[in-house]
């Protein structure tokens, strides 16, 4: 094991983690003012969707569940936040585009980590019930 190459891989890992944390949505905390962060958008829609899962989907698997809403957003790190609500056919295509880039840079990029690009193809093409939810 080289420890230097795997030390170096996972800071990379936590770059594009905290990046994803400076990324500010359009959406915005209670106060009206300060926007959510995708990290605070995560951390909630994990929360929020374990425990109503359990409680009113006991069948679905809460792991597989945890792991779409941990990473459902991630390609925002490099593609931004766009308000989905009410944009174009135009602006939705834009947004896919380069969605759809930024995942294949995290495909890249995290090649030797492939869960993370599997997981969030997995969440986008709806690919089992969990994904779903």
């Given at each position: 094991?080289?420890?230097?190459?795997?030390?170096?891989?996972?800071?990379?890992?936590?770059?594009?983690?905290?990046a994803?944390g400076?990324?500010?949505?359009v959406?915005?905390?209670?106060?009206?003012?300060?926007?959510?962060?995708?990290?605070?958008?995560?951390?909630?829609?994990?929360?929020?969707?374990?425990?109503?899962a359990?409680?009113?989907?006991?069948?679905?698997?809460?792991?597989?569940?945890?792991q779409y809403?941990?990473?459902?957003?991630?390609?925002?790190?490099?593609?931004?936040?766009?308000?989905?609500?009410?944009?174009?056919?135009?602006t939705?295509?834009?947004?896919?585009?380069?969605?759809?880039?930024?995942?294949?840079?995290?495909a890249s990029?995290?090649a030797?980590?492939?869960?993370i690009a599997?997981?969030?193809?997995?969440?986008?093409?709806?690919?089992?019930?969990e994904?779903?939810?």
């Open positions: 094991m080289n420890t230097d190459h795997d030390l170096r891989r996972a800071l990379t890992l936590a770059r594009i983690a905290l994803f400076r990324v500010d949505r959406t915005r905390h209670e106060d009206g003012v300060r926007p959510e962060t995708d990290s605070d958008h995560t951390v909630m829609l994990t929360v929020l969707a374990c425990a109503y359990a409680q009113h989907a006991p069948h679905l698997n809460l792991g597989k569940i945890a809403a941990a990473v459902h957003d991630l390609v925002e790190a490099y593609a931004g936040d766009v308000l989905s609500l009410g944009m174009s056919a135009d939705r295509h834009l947004k896919e585009i380069r969605e759809h880039e930024a995942l294949k840079r995290i990029e995290f030797h980590l492939p869960w599997a997981t969030i193809f997995e969440y986008e093409q709806l690919a089992s019930e994904a779903r939810y």
